[in-house]
Each structure stands twice: as structure tokens, then as C-alpha cells.
T-cell receptor, first 118, second 110 residues
Framework: GAVVSQHPSRVICKSGTSVKIECRSL??????MFWYRQFPKQSLMLMAT?????????EQGVEKDKFLINHASLTLSTLTVTSAHPEDSSFYIC??????????????FGPGTRLTVL | QKEVEQNSGPLSVPEGAIASLNCTYS??????FFWYRQYSGKSPELIMF????GDKEDGRFTAQLNKASQYVSLLIRDSQPSDSATYLC??????????FGTGTRLTIIP
């Protein structure tokens, strides 16, 4: 149980284009999903908390107009990187809490999306 | 600012020995503690979580929590080459958000 998928796994795009990344909870309903970014040899940095049916909560320093998050259903959250630039190249990872897992605040991660902006 | 500190390593341990990974955190109000394993190029995988002081064992893994010292550790017994990875400590400060340490790179030497 507690499987989270992401699509695409890898994307290469030109500077100035927009890229959409999907995060799905496959076997549970996730009212809350999280989006992280990880640069090489660095830890995960939380970008935003995605809440089903409401606006995302962004961490300080994350541009909400650049990183658009939509959590339209209990199993799907999307992150759109708008007008991507080379400095946005990174490993984007989503996670979700499984409220039925019996734990508290444990998050299960998707496989990640590696974005390269040329 | 809430911080989670880990020794970045690399930590080299002979195969079959015990690997000991340490993590300290700054906020005494922290409530939940997690250890994740991350292989190169992959996303983190949850190994263990612990909420109460003391030890929690799961197979070859033991998590130890000492809230008075603001310290959490992970022991890996009978280390295997497949345990070679980066281990991330994560702490929840009472809400759903996790704060991650920078990770410790562990190498098991055959």
C-alpha cells in the first residue's frame, strides 16, 4: 500500500516553456500532498503543501506564480513550472500522507521527476 | 529557525558491521521523527519512524530517540552493500510538514 506515482519521470524542455508534473496516490486518498525540490548533493526542500480543494501553501521564497499547484482530487496533485529557466533544473519530488497508515505524519514519496531546462 | 543536523559523511562501514547514523534537531517541540533512505537518482524511501523516547526495532534497523538530548539515531546491523545510500533524517514539528537534514552518505565496504 501507500504507493505514489509521478509523471513524467524525466523531462527536457526549452527555456521559457511550461512543464506540468503529475503526482498520484494510487491506493489511498490523500487530502494533503507535498512538493519538494532537490538539487544535486543537497537535501529535500519543501516547496509547498497541496491541499485538496483549496489553495496550496507555499514555503517562504517559493514563487507561487511560477510554481502553480493544483490539487483537484483526492488522488491527484499537479505542479506546473511556468516559464522555466535553466536554474529551475532540478529533481522534483512529491509526497503524500496516507491517513489510514496508522502512523503520524509519515510521508510516502513518488519516484521523482528530473527536469532539465535548456 | 527549525533545524535538523546530520553529519554529511561519507561514513564507511565494513560489511557485516553495525552502521550508526546520527541526527540532532533544534526544536524541543518536535514530535515525530523519520529515517528515509535515498539511493542516487531515486526518491526517498521510508525506513522507520519513531515518536517516543527509547528504541524501536524493525529487522536490522533500530531507531533511537532521546528527546532530552534532542537526538535521534539509526543503527543498521549486519550491514550489507545494498545498504549503501544516503540516509535522511526528517522531523515533524507538530504539523504535517517535514524538515529534512542534509543526509549522511553511507558506504558499506565488502
Amino acid at each position: 500500500g501507500a504507493v505514489v506515482s509521478q509523471h513524467p519521470s524525466r523531462v527536457i524542455c526549452k527555456s521559457g516553456t511550461s512543464v506540468k508534473i503529475e503526482c498520484r496516490s494510487l491506493d489511498f486518498q490523500a487530502t494533503t500532498m507535498f512538493w519538494y525540490r532537490q538539487f544535486p548533493k543537497q537535501s529535500l526542500m519543501l516547496m509547498a503543501t497541496s491541499n485538496e480543494g483549496s489553495k496550496a501553501t507555499y514555503e517562504q521564497g517559493v514563487e507561487k506564480d511560477k510554481f502553480l499547484i493544483n490539487h483537484a482530487s483526492l488522488t491527484l496533485s499537479t505542479l506546473t513550472v511556468t516559464s522555466a529557466h535553466p536554474e529551475d533544473s532540478s529533481f522534483y519530488i512529491c509526497s503524500a500522507r496516507d491517513p489510514t497508515s496508522g502512523g503520524d505524519n509519515e510521508q510516502f514519496f513518488g519516484p521523482g521527476t528530473r527536469l532539465t531546462v535548456l | 529557525q527549525k533545524e535538523v543536523e546530520q553529519n554529511s559523511g561519507p561514513l564507511s562501514v565494513p560489511e557485516g558491521a553495525i552502521a550508526s547514523l546520527n541526527c540532532t534537531y533544534s526544536d524541543r517541540g518536535s514530535q515525530s521523527f523519520f529515517w528515509y533512505r535515498q539511493y542516487s537518482g531515486k526518491s526517498p524511501e521510508l525506513i522507520m519512524f519513531i515518536y517516543s523516547n527509547g528504541d524501536k526495532e524493525d529487522g536490522r534497523f533500530t531507531a533511537q530517540l532521546n528527546k532530552a538530548s534532542q537526538y535521534v539515531s539509526l543503527l543498521i546491523r549486519d550491514s550489507q552493500p545494498s545498504d549503501s545510500a544516503t540516509y535522511l533524517c526528517a522531523v515533524s514539528f507538530g504539523n504535517e510538514k517535514l524538515t529534512f537534514g542534509t543526509g549522511t552518505r553511507l558506504t558499506i565496504i565488502p
